[in-house]
């Protein structure tokens, strides 16, 4: 199993900056797939973005252009820059992992992080 700690939620300004840290631990996986779901009161989860092991990247049309996502394989670590947040942005962000392991596919979820931006 792989664990996942989440770090760098906060309280923010509109129009201010975060940066999520997600660090990967465990033994006997490779992560294949990083990404970051977030969830408001009363929506479902959804996709924030997401980066696949050989760089690529995929991120919702409402983060477009404000957030970035990167990873640290060597410290198996994913990273989301969020720029000029917004009110909308506000939610329980959740770092996600798809990984191979000895026994097949195993997908985990952190604890969730908070973000809260205020008007």
């Known amino acids: 199993q792989v664990q996942l700690v989440e770090s760098g939620g906060g309280l923010v300004q509109a129009g201010g900056s975060l940066r999520l840290s997600c660090a990967a631990s465990?033994?006997?996986?490779?992560?294949?797939?990083m990404g970051w779901y977030r969830q408001a009161p009363g929506k479902e989860r959804e996709l924030v973005a997401r980066?696949?092991?050989?760089?690529?990247?995929n991120y919702a049309d409402s983060v477009k252009g404000r957030f970035t996502i990167s990873r640290d394989n060597t410290k198996n670590t994913v990273y989301l820059q969020m720029n000029s947040l917004k009110p909308e942005d506000t939610a329980v962000y959740y770092c996600?992992?798809?990984?191979?392991?000895?026994?097949?596919?195993?997908?985990?979820w952190g604890q969730g992080t908070q973000v809260t931006v205020s008007s």
């Open positions: 996600n992992a798809v990984s191979s392991t000895t026994w097949g596919t195993a997908v985990d």
């Open positions: 980066i696949i092991s050989g760089g690529s990247t």
């Open positions: 465990g033994s006997g996986f490779r992560i294949n797939v």
